[in-house]
């Protein structure tokens, strides 16, 4: 049986952002959706059955039957309480408040960088759903992936995905700085709450990922090693701590 396609926002008005009919956020959201880590990529086999060929609104798809680089720019949407608990794709439950996505044909499950165009915004989701299937949109993010980016009341934003293939290093590169590395995520997210609190203007380049079996703090990406250097001397003044230089 094909997935099911979600349905396509349709923007509203009274300010209530570009979300389809009833769907957007609840009416108690989590406070900590600015905290909701990446998605942590891992090798996982790849589903047996959301990977074929199907037909949605008379338009067929042919998803990727291996994990492969990929990147493309194109328009995000986001979905929300609509299809909160609904099963998905993969036939997982869809949890808004997870960093998650729908694509067209990308492999499920896998994982993508999304960075917004605008911003300069990134996060990492994993693929878990089919969508959307509306002319000129690429991918569907959760509601917190797209609070993260910052375009909830916009409802679409311009993006740039990439694919991230466990085990090897991301196809986009970039210069990070790294304030800390420890064994609990606790202690990881401690510290970026320290920085976000302290350093004015860093809370949307922080970012705690799992590399090896250590929590890291990065700070980034920056262009150059020569960009990054400001700021890392800004960190060493205020908070007594040394960032290391780290190209991925």
Known sequence: MPPTAPAEPVPQTQ???????????????????????????????????????????????????????????????WYGKRFHGQRTASGETYDMYAMTAAHPTLPIPSYV?????????????????RGPFHPGRIIDLSYAAAFRLGYIQAGSAHVEIESIIPGEQEQAGGVYLQVGAFSSRENAESLRARLAQELAGLQDRLEVLLAGNLWRLHVGPYGSAEDARPVAERIEAQLKLRPLVIVR
């Open 15 to 77: 300010g209530k952002g570009g979300y389809y009919k009833d769907d957007g956020p609840h009416d108690n959201p989590p406070a900590n959706l600015a905290q909701v880590p990446d998605a942590v990529p891992r090798a996982e086999a790849l589903h047996r059955y959301a990977n074929r060929p199907y037909r949605v609104f008379g338009r067929d798809y042919v998803p990727f039957a291996r994990l492969q680089p990929f990147r493309q720019r194109g328009l995000a949407s």
């Open 113 to 129: 960088r999304v960075t917004h165009a605008g911003n300069g915004r990134s996060v990492v989701v994993r693929v878990n759903d």
